[in-house]
């Protein structure tokens, strides 16, 4: 959503019609692998491959290839900013800033407890010789994903020049947040008829979770793991019990 609202600003724009999902730009290119390599959805951060902090290759070639693979699918050729959206670039900023010095970074997190709910039904895409073999992921593991990714993240986060993170709830409270601010501190302004966050956050997440955690399996994890984890829900600013 974030994605799509930066991309309809006036003067820039996005990947579209690539054919895969989100227009996602990692599937365009060989420099990195995709996260199907790393084992997909819900898996690639407990790769220590998927974590890059500089160029695998020169840094010219490297953003030249870069750049000729995403060319053709870039909505506006001339637009002066352009967004590009994919999951591994929370593990890759650093890669990311070695090859494009000039570059931006805007990560959106969102409540670990809905992206374990949203990523479940894709833990099973890894590399496809290997996929009969990987069953769905548990929501505790993929809450241990989340952390994961967003540790090594804050880890990197220091060598970054230019970057703003934004909680996706905080932006369908107060969508000036992007509209606004952000668009502002990027040198952007929104268009008339640009892309609109959600009037509200979409409850089905938060009665899964709910559901979950007054079941016998929730309660017993309530007590458990999930009190393990919920000082790291607290450095980003969640807790278990958050309506979301």
Not at 66 to 88: F, M, N
Not at 106 to 129: E, F, N, Q, Y
Not at 203 to 228: C, F, K, M, V
């Amino acid at each position: 959503m974030v994605t799509r609202m930066l991309a309809s600003a006036d003067g820039a724009t996005g990947l579209v019609g690539t054919g895969f999902m989100e227009d996602e730009g990692h599937y365009l290119h060989e420099v990195v692998p995709s996260v199907r390599e790393f084992g997909g959805p819900g898996r690639f951060a407990f790769d220590d491959r998927s974590h890059l902090t500089a160029p695998v290759t020169d840094v010219d070639e490297t953003r030249a290839q870069l750049i000729a693979a995403w060319r053709p699918y870039w909505g506006d050729v001339d637009a002066g900013v352009r967004v590009e959206k994919s999951p591994q670039n929370l593990l890759q900023s650093r890669f990311l800033q070695a090859v494009f010095p000039d570059a931006a970074f805007v990560m959106v997190i969102r409540h670990p407890a809905a992206v374990a709910l949203a990523t479940r039904k894709w833990t099973g895409m890894g590399p496809s010789g290997a996929r009969r073999f990987m069953p769905k992921r548990t929501l505790h593991t993929l809450i241990e994903h989340w952390i994961v990714a967003h540790e090594r993240f804050a880890a990197d986060r220091p060598f970054l020049q230019n970057v703003t993170v934004v909680r996706f709830e905080d932006v369908v409270a107060d969508p000036s947040i992007v509209s606004e601010n952000l668009l502002a501190h990027l040198g952007l302004s929104p268009r008339t008829n640009g892309e609109r966050p959600p009037a509200a956050l979409d409850p089905t997440y938060r009665h899964q979770w709910r559901r979950w955690l007054s079941s016998p399996i929730g309660r017993r994890a309530s007590d458990t793991w999930l009190a393990e984890l919920a000082p790291f829900f607290a450095q980003w600013g969640y807790s278990i019990d958050d309506d979301f």
